[in-house]
Structure formats: structure tokens, C-alpha cells
């Protein structure tokens, strides 16, 4: 009984869409799915062998004095690279694919392109890293919040993910990610010894 309510769908819809409409969903459906595990997997190995090369040659001494700090400094410059690559990378391709059909304000919810899939794939990648890196560092009763804020964007990401919807909805989420860029960089200033009323702090309050 389901299947047949779910053919009469699929044929009113159908005849609802545009030929532009069709070759979108056509895309989807032949996009290549198996890679997009390599592709976090490729994604969660560059964020932890950013950890270590930060560890080895990044930390100032201003974050030496525990091991807390030593990790927090590790911890935002990651997030700094993080939201700094998918900051850039969701303006840029908000803009290439203005145009597309749907747009990204008509449909967000089936809204599709390759970059801002595999942009929210990369995100979803950083966030599970992240999340992994406080439960083994065991700081966890230090950063709940973040921690349930993680795990919130892996269950919505990942059902976005596998079931290849709401991508327009992750990319205008990710969209904020410059101002987390700014926000970490603000933190790592701070942390260095620089004030709130310095140049190098306010070049990040913008």
C-alpha cells in the first residue's frame, strides 16, 4: 500500500518538474556515494595530524603552563583552520551556484550541488574529530555544551548526508563559520597575551 502511495508521488512530482528539475534529481541519484566516506575519513586524518604538528612546533609558552591550556590552544587553532576553510569555501560556492535549480532559498530542503555536499561531509568530519579529541583528551566536564552541540550536528549532517537532503539548509548553517574564524582568532589572542583594547584584537572584531 505504501509503495503504490509512494509511486503516485513520485509521479506528481515528476510532473511538476522542470527538465532542469529532472537533471538535478537525476544527479543525486547517480552521484557517487561510496568516496564520501574516504572523503571524511581523508578529512578526520588532516585535522588530527594538524593536532599533532600544532602540539610539536605551534604551542607558545603562554599555553604551556598545563595541560588543559596546551590542549585548548591546540583545540581553537584547529577550529581557527576549520572555520576559516568552510568559511571560505561556503561564501564562494554560495555565489558559484547562485543560479542553480532550485535555488538555495526556494529549496533548501532538496537544494544540491558536489561543493556544498561534500563541504557539509568535510564539516561533519571535523566535528566528529573534535568530539573525539575532548572524550580522549577527558576534558568533557569542561566542554559539555560543546560536546551536545557536536552531537546535535552529526545526527541533522549526517541524515543530511546519507539521505541527500537538506544540503541548502547545512550550507546556510555553515555560512557562520567565518564569524567562528574570527571568534577563535579572538580567543587565540588572548591567549597569547594580547588585550581586548590591542590592534591585533580588534582585526578580528570585525
Do not use: C
Not at 571560505?88 to 547562485?98: A, E, K, N, T, V
Not at 560536546?147 to 537532503?165: C, M, N, Q, R
Amino acid at each position: 500500500m505504501d509503495s503504490g502511495k509512494e509511486r503516485v508521488n513520485t509521479v506528481f512530482i515528476r510532473n511538476k518538474m522542470s527538465d532542469d528539475d529532472i537533471g538535478h534529481e537525476q544527479g543525486v541519484r547517480d552521484f557517487e556515494f561510496w568516496y564520501t566516506y574516504i572523503f571524511f575519513a581523508l578529512v578526520v586524518i588532516f585535522f588530527a595530524v594538524t593536532n599533532r604538528l600544532i602540539k610539536h612546533y605551534g604551542t607558545p609558552k603562554s599555553s604551556s603552563s598545563s595541560v588543559y591550556d596546551s590542549w585548548l590552544w591546540r583545540n581553537l587553532s584547529v577550529s581557527l583552520l576549520h572555520g576559516l576553510l568552510v568559511g571560505i569555501w561556503s561564501i564562494m560556492s554560495f555565489f558559484d551556484h547562485l543560479e542553480d535549480s532550485p535555488t538555495i532559498y526556494e529549496d533548501p530542503l532538496y537544494y544540491f550541488n558536489t561543493s556544498s555536499y561534500l563541504m557539509m561531509i568535510a564539516s561533519t568530519a571535523y566535528f566528529f574529530y573534535d568530539a573525539m579529541d575532548i572524550v580522549l583528551s577527558r576534558v568533557i566536564k569542561k566542554n559539555v555544551e560543546i560536546i551536545i552541540h557536536h552531537f546535535v550536528i552529526l545526527f541533522s549532517f549526517g541524515y543530511y548526508w546519507h539521505a541527500k537532503v537538506g544540503i541548502g539548509y547545512a550550507h546556510l548553517s555553515l555560512l557562520a563559520e567565518f564569524s567562528s574564524f574570527l571568534l577563535h582568532a579572538r580567543k587565540l589572542t588572548r591567549i597569547i597575551g594580547y588585550s581586548s583594547d590591542s590592534l591585533q584584537y580588534h582585526i578580528f572584531s570585525i
